[in-house]
């Protein structure tokens, strides 16, 4: 049965939305899908740069590491690393909960995508490491038209990743209309790009 989409209430900028907990990314690998869930860091939780050497990402920025994690299968996916993006920062938390941010680019934005036909999950700051999507390994037609100008940002068929979702960079501060096409079906959402808006969009139904 279709899970019921819930409007997820903006949270403050200090809050960490993670698509799993611990206890839930040790049985991911044989679900579906993983709904995403809040999680906060202990009080004692500190910056730890060790976490970019520990996980094989030295030398990479933000926008590489989105883009490592990201497209890596889900079998080959760390259980001790939960990468988290938020609009300004990207956040990796280990299972000993230490942590270290990254800052995102500045003039840009990332939108991950995960569009469904009857199963989804809520979802507000995209987890690289632990949220899936419903359609893993699909040809999608994606569209965003910048609602002030009328520009059409981006137009192209991407694949989804091996977690259900693709992900695209967008330029910070707008309004647009999302359209998601596959299987002959489409979803639409309006988006926007602002320091408090959502990177993990799973309420794209396609009908």
Not at 116 to 140: K, M, P
Not at 168 to 181: E, H, M, N
């Amino acid at each position: 049965m279709p899970l019921a989409i819930v409007t997820p209430i903006h949270p403050s900028r200090t809050r960490l939305r993670l698509c799993a907990s611990i206890t839930a990314l040790a049985t991911s690998a044989v679900l579906l899908l993983s709904g995403c869930a809040d999680a906060e860091p202990s009080a004692d939780a500190g910056s730890d740069h060790s976490l970019v050497s520990e996980h094989d990402l030295d030398g990479l920025n933000a926008r590489d590491i989105i883009k490592r994690l990201d497209t890596t299968k889900v079998a080959d996916r760390s259980p001790e690393l939960i990468a988290s993006i938020e609009p300004e920062q990207l956040v990796l938390t280990d299972d000993q909960n230490n942590q270290t941010t990254l800052p995102m680019p500045k003039d840009e934005f990332y939108v991950s995508i995960a569009p469904y036909r009857g199963q989804t999950h809520e979802c507000y700051f995209h987890s690289l490491t632990t949220c899936r999507g419903e359609l893993a390994n699909t040809d999608v037609d994606v569209t965003v038209i910048e609602a002030t100008s009328g520009k059409t940002i981006l137009d192209q068929t991407l694949t989804t990743y091996d977690n259900g979702f693709v992900g695209i960079w967008l330029p910070r501060g707008i309004d647009a209309t999302l359209t998601v096409s596959a299987e002959g079906r489409t979803a639409k959402k309006a988006i926007s790009t602002r320091p408090d808006d959502p990177t993990c969009l799973t309420g794209l139904q396609l009908a």
